[in-house]
Nanobody, 126 residues
Framework: VQLQASGGGLVHSGGSLRLSCAAS????????IAWFRQAPGTEREFVAT????????FYSNSAKGRFTLSRNNAANTVWLQMDSLKPEDTAVYFC????????????????????WGQGTQVTVSS
């Protein structure tokens, strides 16, 4: 399976971006998608995750209330709508896939995910 992350760019503080994560190839019958981000000199950190049926989403404290996940399984695509962006949101954003899905457990560690996209740069100017 391959993941393609796109939609990054340069925006002013308070602006919005919509990131896409498209899965292709031999995709599992069900899978969980998460977004992580990594700023220069920092470790990759969890942002948000969505399960297969999209009835469970979980956000980091920094993303809660500003970012929204959605998905279209027929299109094998997940979107991360990011509003009210702040300079501290500047990072490379990665989407990641975990085979299977749960409505009870949230997976927030990088080791929980099997496949990774290449990342898309988000830069928020002040």
């Amino acid at each position: 399976v391959q993941l393609q992350a796109s939609g990054g760019g340069l925006v002013h503080s308070g602006g919005s971006l919509r990131l896409s994560c498209a899965a292709s190839g031999r995709t599992p019958s069900t899978y969980t998608i998460a977004w992580f981000r990594q700023a220069p000199g920092t470790e990759r950190e969890f942002v948000a995750t969505i399960n297969w049926h999209a009835d469970r989403t979980f956000y980091s404290n920094s993303a809660k209330g500003r970012f929204t996940l959605s998905r279209n399984n027929a299109a094998n695509t997940v979107w991360l709508q990011m509003d009210s962006l702040k300079p501290e949101d500047t990072a490379v954003y990665f989407c990641a896939l975990r085979t299977g899905s749960s409505s009870r457990v949230y997976y927030t560690k990088t080791l929980d995910y099997d496949e990774w996209g290449q990342g898309t740069q988000v830069t928020v100017s002040s």
